[in-house]
T-cell receptor
Framework: NAGVTQTPKFQVLKTGQSMTLQCAQDMNHNSMYWYRQDPGMGLRLIYYSASEGTTDKGEVPNGYNVSRLNKREFSLRLESAAPSQTSVYFC?????????????FGQGTRLTVV | AQKITQTQPGMFVQEKEAVTLDCTYDTSDQSYGLFWYKQPSSGEMIFLIYQGSYDEQNATEGRYSLNFQKARKSANLVISASQLGDSAMYFCAMRELGRGSTLGRLYFGRGTQLTVWP
């Protein structure tokens, strides 16, 4: 019963490097999310995908790109990492975005950009 | 404007006492859902409780209850009989019905750090 799986769990990047955070869910959910969590800021939405083939910017999309590869997978790419992108990243998924469906979260990725 | 406001960065409560964590929200939708999540120091996000905008009764889950006041747009979490293991960050969240690409978006507050002392 995997739920939402994120990889990697930890990553250190140098400024300017690129990387992709992977996320997969096995609950047949339509909606998937990428959030970043910073101290005192709560979880802020980076990108959102309401269904396979659709993506939409959230509150803080600059410096990120996403791909909804299929229904299961939603990846987040940092093309040129910056120290401001040091954060904890969470992927989440939920059933078709009806108000009464909770979101399930991955374990998080702790990213440090030096 | 913030969709979810949690005004208490930190709260302290003695073990076995009850505590209320505040949450107000902003939406013009008639249909929406309100959620509370717990994040212990280990980092995972744990779903606690849900309240729908059309629910007339306040939601309860064990020691957790949600004090829903629709006219005031508040959805406070009440934890009864606090335990040391309740020490964690607590997030309030809202999902609106939305339209098109905003369908199902989930908005979070900044969180309240709860500390339970013996």
């Amino acid at each position: 019963n995997a739920g939402v799986t994120q990889t990697p769990k930890f990553q250190v990047l140098k400024t300017g490097q690129s990387m992709t955070l992977q996320c997969a869910q096995d609950m047949n959910h339509n909606s998937m999310y990428w959030y970043r969590q910073d101290p005192g800021m709560g979880l802020r939405l980076i990108y959102y995908s309401a269904s396979e083939g659709t993506t939409d910017k959230g509150e803080v999309p600059n410096g990120y790109n996403v791909s909804r590869l299929n229904k299961r997978e939603f990846s987040l790419r940092l093309e040129s990492a910056a120290p401001s992108q040091t954060s904890v990243y969470f992927c989440a998924s939920s059933a078709q975005g009806q108000p009464n469906t909770e979101a399930f979260f991955g374990q998080g990725t702790r990213l440090t950009v030096v | 404007a913030q969709k979810i406001t949690q005004t208490q960065p930190g709260m302290f409560v003695q073990e076995k006492e009850a505590v209320t964590l505040d949450c107000t929200y902003d939406t013009s939708d008639q249909s929406y859902g309100l959620f509370w999540y717990k994040q212990p120091s280990s980092g995972e996000m744990i779903f606690l409780i849900y309240q729908g905008s059309y629910d007339e009764q306040n939601a309860t889950e064990g020691r957790y209850s949600l004090n829903f006041q629709k006219a005031r747009k508040s959805a406070n979490l009440v934890i009864s009989a606090s335990q040391l293991g309740d020490s964690a960050m607590y997030f309030c969240a809202m999902r609106e019905l939305g339209r098109g690409s905003t369908l199902g978006r989930l908005y979070f507050g900044r969180g309240t750090q709860l500390t339970v002392w013996p």
